[in-house]
């Protein structure tokens, strides 16, 4: 192997920015976290993340590490090459159109790279965790909502316009229900965390459930209702894995987020379901797996794609 590098990796969300010392073989040296004041004013922000990029720089000094670059994962669509978001994202109030990379890269005097938080997610597991060595590699993130990442022949997949690879929002019943997103009956209406949550609470009004590790609980129990939302969750993901596969026919489909955390078990009936779901010829090299690096992916994946893009991969 070359000679290990250095990056800063950052994960921009909602609620905190999450950031770290990250080498080129994958290791997080060291890794920090502050909230992110998400109401502010765009240069507010960027002042703070540019205030974590040089104590991150500070530290990786104070252990005789350089940093060549900085990568970093926002939500919303960002163009790569410009480091520009691409519109707003929720959650942001005034996160828009924000010239992420020059306004950084002023601040800071390295090179900074910007791209959606899910690509980058993707990136991370691509590199260092479950995609390693595949070509051909679609992420799902089962959170809050659903989220993606797709990698085309090595190669991150973003559209013509960077807002591609939206796999939460592909409609599973025409007939369904209204989405946030102007769409009908997309996979994350069903197939979230929240929607989980919620079929729950609709079979028991009278639950205290909090989140879906409760409700794998319960579903080791055998508990009915528990029983009855996890394998609706699996017919509700297999449908979708199903379709990314018949259409990206890849080597992986890696799932990933707080739902994930149920177990091997769960993603493997999900890819037992699906492969009987999807098209022979798509399912024949495929392997349906679990994400390995877990909420470290995002600064992982931001971290080698800057360096990738700056040659010290
Ligand atoms: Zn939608």
């Given amino acids: 192997m070359d000679k290990e590098t250095f990056a800063v990796g950052v994960d921009l969300g909602g609620t905190a920015i999450k950031y770290g010392i990250c080498s080129s ?50 939500p919303g669509a960002v163009n790569v090459e410009t480091g520009q978001l691409m519109g707003n994202t929720p959650n942001f109030k005034h996160w828009k159109d924000v010239y992420i990379k020059r306004s950084l890269e002023a601040r800071v005097n390295l090179p900074v790279w910007a791209d959606n938080d899910a690509n980058m997610m993707a990136y991370g597991e691509l590199k260092y965790g479950a995609g390693k060595g595949a070509a051909n590699v679609v992420c799902v993130t089962l959170g809050t909502g659903i989220g993606g990442g797709i990698i085309v022949d090595h190669r991150l997949f973003r559209g013509s316009r960077y807002a591609g690879s939206e796999i939460g929002h592909m409609s599973i019943d025409y007939n369904g229900r209204q989405c946030r997103c102007g ?62 596969i018949n259409i990206f026919n890849p080597e992986k489909v890696i799932i990933g987020g ?18 009987n779901l999807a098209m022979k010829a798509a399912t024949r090299e495929v392997t349906v797996m679990r994400a390995r690096l877990g909420n470290k992916a995002g600064l992982l994946g931001a971290a080698a794609f800057a360096l990738d893009q700056e040659g010290h991969a």
Wanted: hydrophobic share 50%.
């Fill in 25 to 74: 073989s994958g290791i997080i040296v060291e890794e920090f976290k502050r909230p992110t004041r998400a109401d502010q004013p765009v240069e507010a922000i960027l002042d703070d993340i540019a205030e974590a990029i040089s104590s991150a720089i500070k530290a990786a000094q104070g252990e005789q590490l350089t940093v060549r670059a900085v990568g970093m994962g926002t």
């Fill in 183 to 244: 769409g009908i009956g997309c996979w994350e209406i069903y197939g979230s965390a929240s929607a989980m949550i919620e079929h729950y609470r609709r079979l028991k009004p009278e639950s205290f459930i909090a989140s879906t590790i409760d409700i794998f609980n319960a579903y080791d129990r055998k508990e009915a209702a528990a029983v009855a939302v996890v394998e609706e969750e699996i017919r509700i993901c297999a449908v979708g894995v199903a379709n990314l």
């Fill in 258 to 275: 707080g739902v994930s955390e149920a177990g091997d078990w769960f993603v493997a009936r999900i890819e037992a379901a699906a492969i």
